[in-house]
C-alpha cells in the first residue's frame, strides 16, 4: 500500500468517525443482544439480522453483551454510547420490568429511543400432561384455598418476569403472591426437566417454547396468558380470560437505541422496521424464530412501552418488589 | 435394538457423504483450534459460528455436522492449552491442568497430548455408544433428578475431592471458601436480592465462570512466567519427541472407562456439565489410586491426566442425550444448538426420531465419526503442538495474554470483563505466592454455586422440610457412595498396614 493510499484510508476513516455529523449515515448496523448466546435476546436480534437485512444491504452484525441481566447495554447506551447510529439493542418484557424495579440504576424509561419491536411471546400455564388439573379453574381453585400447596417453578429468579406469571395469577385467586411457593431455575431448559421429572407441578414459562413440545405431548398447557386466542399451532389453548381469570402476561420483544441519535437516523431506522412488517417476509422470520405478530415502531412503541411501565410499576409495588 | 441399528444405517448414510464428512473434519478441526485458544470454548465456538452455518444456506443435518464438530472439537482442543501452559482453554479443562501440565515440564508434552487425545476418544466414544443404546431410556431417568438429589450429589462431589487437599488443609478450605464467595455474588434467584454487587450492573447476574477460569487460572500463571523470567528461574525446555506408550493405556485403561461412565451420566443431567464430571472423575481415580497416588497425582501422574479428559468428553456427549430424546438442552452449548435446530424448524424431542431421522441419526452417526477424526487429526499434530513450548516466553506470554483479552471480549464485549480478568489474574497470582492451590477455590465456585441453588430450590419445594433431602433412593445411594469415597481408601490402607504387619 503507497502512502498516499494510506493517508486516504485514514482521511477516510476520521470522516466516518467525526461524531458531530448530524445525519451520519446508518453505515454499519449492528445489533446487540445483552445476554449470552443463545436466549431471547439472541432470537430478537436474530429477527432483525434476517427481517431488515433488505433495508441495510446485507444482514447486520449480531453482538452479545452479557451482564447484569440487561443492566450493562443499558448503562452503557446511557453513558457512552449515547449517540451511536449504527447500533439497536435488544429489549423485552422483563427488561422494562428491571426498569421498574430500579434494577438497572438510576435509567428509566425517558433515557433511551424506543425504536421498533420485533414480536411478542405470551405466559403460558404449564403442567406435565398426567397431572391432575386439566383446567386453569381447577388450579386457581386450589390455589386460592392455599397457595402453598402448590409447587410453582420457572426459569427466572423471584422478581423477574417468570416469577411474575406466578405472582398474578396467585393475586388473581384473592391470596398473597407472598404466600406462594415458587422454585427458581436456572433458565427454562431445567424448569421444564424438573417439571417432567415431577419436582415442580406448574411451570409458568412462555408459549413460544412449548411449540417443540405441542406435538410430543408431554405437556399440557392450561392456559395462555395473551388477550386473544392464538393462531396456528397453539389455536386450541384458551386463554386465562375466557376460563373466567384476569390475568395476561405479554412478552414484547423489541429494540431501544441511545438517547443522543439524531431524529434522521433514528427515522432511518423506523422507516425500515416500518417496511420490513408489511412485508411477508418478516412474518415469516418472526414465526421461525418462535415470535407472534408484535408490529410497533417509533411513537406507537413508545406509548405502548409507557403504558406498561405504569402497568408494571402499580403491580411490582403490589407484589413488593419496589420498597416504598 | 434393531430400531437402533437401522436408524444408525441411516445415521451413517447421512454422515458419509462425501459433503458432510467434509464438514465434520472442518468442523472437529476448527473447533480443536477454538478450544485450545485461552477464553474461548465450545459454547462461543458454536455460537460465533451458528450465523455463519445458517447463513451458508446449507441442509439443516449438513450445518448440524458442522456445528456438533466444531463442539466436540473444541472439547477437545481445550486440554491443549491446559497442558502445554497451564492455562485451561474452557471450564472443563481446568482439571487437566493438574497432572497435565506437570507433565509438560517433565518434558513429556507429546505423551501428555497423545494419551488425552485417547483418552478422549474413548471417552467420547463411549458416550456415544451408550447415548446411541439408551439415550431416550436415560433421559427419561435424568429428568427425575429433583433439585433434593442434586444436593446429593454435590455431597458426592465434595467427598470425592476432599481428597484434593494439597500440603496445606487450612490453605484448601481456605482456597474452597474464596469460590464459594466469588460464587454467591450476583442476583439471589430465591429472593430476587442482589448480593455482594456494591452497585455495578456489571455483577448484576454474577461473575462468569469463564472469567474466572481464565482470570484465577490463565492470568495468575501468566503473571507467574513472567516473574519466573525476570528473576532469571525460567529453564527453557527442549524440544521433546514422547509419545503415549502401550504401558500407559495400560496403566490407565480401567480410569478411562470408569471416568467415561461417570462423565456421560454427569453430563446427561440437565443442571451438570463437562466441569462438574471431569472434577468428579479426578477426585474418584484420586481417592481409588490409594496412598501411592496421593504423592503421584497432581505430579504428572497419567492417570490424573487421563480422568478428567476421560470424562469432559463424556460429558460433552451426554449432554446432547436430554437435548435430542426431550428438547432440553443439557448445557450452554447444547442450547445453542437446540436453539440451531429450531432455527431449522426442527422440533427438537421424542417426535424427531420419527420425523427426522436422517437429522436425529445423522448427527449422532457424525458424532462416531467426528470422535475418529479428532484422533486421526490429534495424533499427527502431537508433535507440532508439543514445539509450542519452545516459543521463547517473551513472545509466547504476550501472545497468551492478547490472545485471552480478546477471546474475553468477542464474547462478552464489556470492557469490565477484562479488568475482572486482570484483577483475578492479580488475586491468584498472590494466592500462589501464598501456596495456595487454585483448583479448590475453581471447585468452590462451581460446586459451590450449584450446591447452594439446588438446596435451595428443595427447601422451596419442601416448605422448608429438610426430610426432603433424604426422602429419596437416588438421594440415599449417593450419600452412600459419599460415605464410600471417605472410608473405603482409610479402611484399605489400615488393612495393608495390618497385612503387612501380619507378614512381619
Not at chain 2, 505423551?111 to 488425552?116: K, N, P, Q, V
Not at chain 2, 477424526?373 to 509466547?396: C, D, E, K, S, W
Request: proline share 4%; charged share 15%.
Amino acid at each position: 500500500m503507497t502512502l498516499n493510499r494510506m493517508t486516504g484510508a485514514a482521511l477516510l476513516a476520521a470522516t466516518l468517525a467525526l461524531p458531530t455529523l448530524a445525519s451520519a449515515e446508518v453505515t454499519s448496523p449492528e445489533c446487540i443482544a445483552p445476554a449470552q448466546p443463545g436466549g431471547g435476546f439472541d432470537v430478537t436480534c436474530r429477527v432483525a439480522q434476517t427481517g431488515l437485512a433488505d433495508a441495510f444491504g446485507g444482514p447486520m452484525q449480531v453482538t452479545f453483551m452479557p451482564g447484569g441481566i440487561g443492566a450493562v447495554a443499558y448503562n452503557l447506551f446511557n453513558t457512552t454510547r449515547t449517540d451511536d447510529p449504527n447500533a439497536i439493542v435488544a429489549f423485552s418484557t422483563g427488561s422494562l420490568l428491571n426498569i421498574a424495579t430500579g434494577k438497572y440504576g438510576d435509567f428509566d424509561e425517558n433515557d433511551v429511543r424506543w425504536l421498533g419491536t420485533a414480536g411478542a411471546d405470551f405466559g403460558a400455564v404449564i403442567v406435565k400432561a398426567d397431572s391432575e388439573y386439566t383446567s386453569l379453574e381447577q388450579l386457581m381453585t386450589d390455589l386460592g384455598n392455599d397457595p402453598s400447596s402448590i409447587v410453582v417453578g420457572a426459569g427466572g429468579s423471584v422478581g423477574s418476569q417468570d416469577w411474575m406469571k406466578a405472582a398474578l395469577l396467585v393475586r388473581e385467586t384473592g391470596a398473597s403472591p407472598m404466600d406462594m411457593r415458587y422454585v427458581a431455575f436456572d433458565g427454562g431448559g431445567d424448569a421444564i426437566a424438573a417439571l417432567l421429572g415431577g419436582s415442580i407441578e406448574v411451570y409458568t414459562g412462555d408459549v413460544g417454547e412449548m411449540a417443540s413440545h405441542m406435538e410430543a405431548g408431554d405437556m399440557r398447557v392450561l392456559a395462555v396468558m395473551s388477550d386473544e386466542r392464538l393462531d396456528g399451532a397453539f389455536a386450541e389453548i384458551p386463554t386465562a380470560k375466557e376460563q373466567g381469570f384476569d390475568v395476561e402476561w405479554t412478552i414484547m420483544r423489541g429494540f431501544y437505541m441511545g438517547k443522543g441519535v439524531s431524529d434522521a437516523d433514528y427515522n432511518t431506522w423506523v422507516d425500515a422496521f416500518k417496511a420490513a412488517y408489511a412485508t411477508p417476509e418478516f412474518e415469516q422470520v418472526q414465526a421461525d424464530k418462535g415470535l407472534l405478530p408484535l408490529n410497533l415502531a417509533g411513537d406507537e412503541l413508545k406509548a405502548r412501552v409507557d403504558e406498561n411501565m405504569a402497568t408494571l410499576r402499580e403491580i411490582a409495588t403490589e407484589a413488593g418488589l419496589i420498597q416504598q | 435394538m434393531g430400531d437402533v441399528l437401522s436408524g444408525l444405517a441411516t445415521g451413517f448414510g447421512v454422515a458419509l457423504m462425501p459433503f458432510n464428512l467434509m464438514l465434520v473434519l472442518l468442523g472437529c478441526f476448527a473447533g480443536t483450534l477454538i478450544g485450545a485458544l485461552p477464553g474461548l470454548g465450545p459454547i462461543n465456538g458454536v455460537a460465533i459460528l451458528l450465523p455463519i452455518a445458517y447463513g451458508l444456506g446449507f441442509p439443516p443435518e449438513s450445518a448440524l455436522i458442522l456445528l456438533a464438530g466444531i463442539y466436540y472439537g473444541a472439547e477437545y482442543g481445550g486440554r491443549i492449552s491446559s497442558i502445554l501452559l497451564n492455562v485451561p482453554g474452557d471450564s472443563g479443562a481446568v482439571m487437566t491442568t493438574l497432572d497435565g501440565h506437570p507433565m509438560a515440564l517433565n518434558g513429556e508434552a507429546g505423551r501428555a497430548l497423545s494419551l488425552s487425545a485417547v483418552a478422549s476418544f474413548v471417552g467420547g466414544t463411549i458416550a456415544v455408544v451408550l447415548m446411541s443404546l439408551f439415550g431416550p431410556l436415560l433421559a427419561q431417568f435424568a429428568v427425575t433428578f429433583s433439585p433434593a438429589n442434586y444436593v446429593a450429589l454435590m455431597v458426592f462431589a465434595f467427598a470425592s475431592l476432599a481428597s484434593l487437599v494439597g500440603k496445606s488443609t487450612v490453605k484448601t478450605l481456605l482456597g474452597a471458601l474464596i469460590g464459594l464467595m466469588l460464587a454467591t455474588i450476583g442476583i439471589d434467584s430465591n429472593t430476587g436480592v442482589a448480593r455482594y454487587t456494591f452497585g455495578l450492573p456489571d455483577i448484576l447476574a454474577g461473575i462468569d465462570f469463564l472469567i474466572v477460569v481464565v482470570g484465577l487460572f490463565g492470568m495468575a500463571e501468566l503473571l507467574h512466567l513472567v516473574e519466573q523470567q525476570v528473576t532469571g528461574k525460567l529453564k527453557t525446555l527442549p524440544v521433546d519427541k514422547s509419545f503415549v506408550r502401550w504401558a500407559d493405556l495400560a496403566k490407565t485403561k480401567w480410569t478411562i472407562l470408569r471416568c467415561s461412565l461417570i462423565g456421560f451420566f454427569i453430563g446427561v443431567l440437565p443442571g451438570t456439565g463437562a466441569s462438574v464430571a471431569s472434577a468428579v472423575a479426578y477426585g474418584t481415580e484420586k481417592r481409588m489410586a490409594g496412598a501411592e497416588g496421593q504423592r503421584t497425582f497432581g505430579t504428572g501422574d497419567v492417570r490424573g491426566l487421563a480422568a478428567p479428559e476421560a470424562a469432559n468428553n463424556a460429558a460433552a456427549g451426554g449432554a446432547m442425550v436430554p437435548m435430542l430424546t426431550l428438547g432440553i438442552p443439557g448445557s450452554g452449548t447444547t442450547a445453542i444448538l437446540l436453539g440451531a435446530l429450531l432455527m431449522f424448524n426442527i422440533q427438537p424431542g421424542p417426535l424427531m426420531f420419527a420425523q427426522r431421522p436422517e437429522i436425529a441419526w445423522g448427527l449422532i452417526a457424525s458424532m462416531y465419526i467426528g470422535n475418529v477424526a479428532l484422533l486421526v487429526i490429534n495424533l499427527p499434530l502431537v508433535g507440532l503442538f508439543a514445539r509450542m513450548l519452545t516459543i521463547p516466553q517473551h513472545y509466547l506470554t504476550p501472545l497468551i495474554a492478547i490472545l485471552a483479552f480478546v477471546g474475553i471480549y468477542s464474547i462478552v464485549g464489556n470492557p469490565f470483563d477484562l479488568f475482572m480478568i486482570t484483577w483475578l489474574g492479580i488475586f491468584g497470582w498472590f494466592l500462589r505466592k501464598l501456596d495456595f492451590s487454585l483448583a479448590p477455590v475453581i471447585l468452590g465456585f462451581v460446586l459451590g454455586g450449584l450446591f447452594e441453588n439446588n438446596l435451595r430450590r428443595a427447601l422451596s419445594i419442601s416448605g422448608g422440610d429438610w426430610y426432603i433431602l433424604i426422602d429419596n433412593w437416588k438421594s440415599l445411594l449417593l450419600y452412600g457412595l459419599a460415605l464410600l469415597v471417605v472410608v473405603l481408601p482409610i479402611w484399605m490402607g489400615r488393612r495393608a498396614r495390618n497385612m503387612a504387619e501380619g507378614d512381619a
